[in-house]
């Protein structure tokens, strides 16, 4: 099984209340690991 996270921010208010892109992947990483699944490798993309 192959799972992508995508973390994003479109307003200020979403980074000031725990939603910023780091707060993101921290909660996307902790579902995955909850449910046992394995990273194998991180991709970033910056636009």
């Known amino acids: ?3 992508a ?3 994003r921010v ?3 208010r979403q980074a000031d209340n725990d939603l910023s892109i780091p707060d ?3 909660q996307l990483h902790e579902w995955a690991k909850a449910r046992v699944i394995v990273e194998s490798g991180v991709w ?3 636009a």
């Open 24 to 26: 993101q992947l921290r």
């Open 1 to 3: 099984m192959q799972i």
């Open 5 to 7: 996270l995508y973390a």
């Open 10 to 12: 479109s307003t200020t």
């Open 44 to 46: 970033e993309v910056l």
